[in-house]
């Protein structure tokens, strides 16, 4: 089905949807914000091309994090297509900054999903484990 099943699955979650209060935290600094969702990204592209941390690199020791602020609705369909080329993030809402650990709190609770599987409920704390996979590739 492509790419359409994730823009259903966004618009149709986008119909009820209450922006959230999250808290990243990265060593001793606290970002607080208010919006709609925080991606933790280790690699560029996820869910069928979108590009979520276009400048993510699999291979530095640190996570791309995401930040999605409040903004109107209709701003926030119009912008779904940006992430499928990984333009969003130039967006005035959008901030992306990189920590090889964090906390991540909520004010209700969230799920927490890695490649597509259901892992936990926020709170979570999350790290980047360099070196820890070993990859077989033919010589150049």
């Given at each position: 089905r492509g790419n359409l099943v994730y823009a259903y699955a966004a618009l149709r979650t986008l119909l009820t949807w209450k922006p959230g209060r999250f808290t990243v935290r990265v060593d001793d600094e606290r970002i607080r914000f208010t919006g709609y969702s925080v991606s933790v990204a280790n690699s560029r592209a996820f869910g069928g091309g979108m590009y979520i941390a276009p400048d993510a690199e699999?291979?530095?020791?640190?996570?791309?994090?995401?930040?999605?602020?409040?903004?109107?609705?209709?701003?926030?369909?119009?912008?779904?297509?940006?992430?499928?080329?990984?333009?969003?993030?130039?967006?005035?809402?959008?901030?992306?900054?990189?920590?090889?650990?964090?906390?991540?709190?909520?004010?209700?609770?969230?799920?927490v999903y890695a490649d597509g599987e259901h892992l936990t409920e926020l709170p979570a704390t999350i790290r980047a484990l360099p070196r820890a996979l070993s990859v077989l590739a033919p010589a150049p």
């Open positions: 699999l291979d530095d020791g640190e996570f791309d994090i995401v930040t999605v602020g409040e903004v109107g609705k209709l701003r926030f369909v119009g912008n779904l297509p940006k992430v499928f080329k990984g333009t969003h993030v130039d967006e005035d809402e959008v901030r992306v900054f990189r920590a090889p650990h964090l906390e991540l709190t909520a004010s209700r609770p969230f799920p």
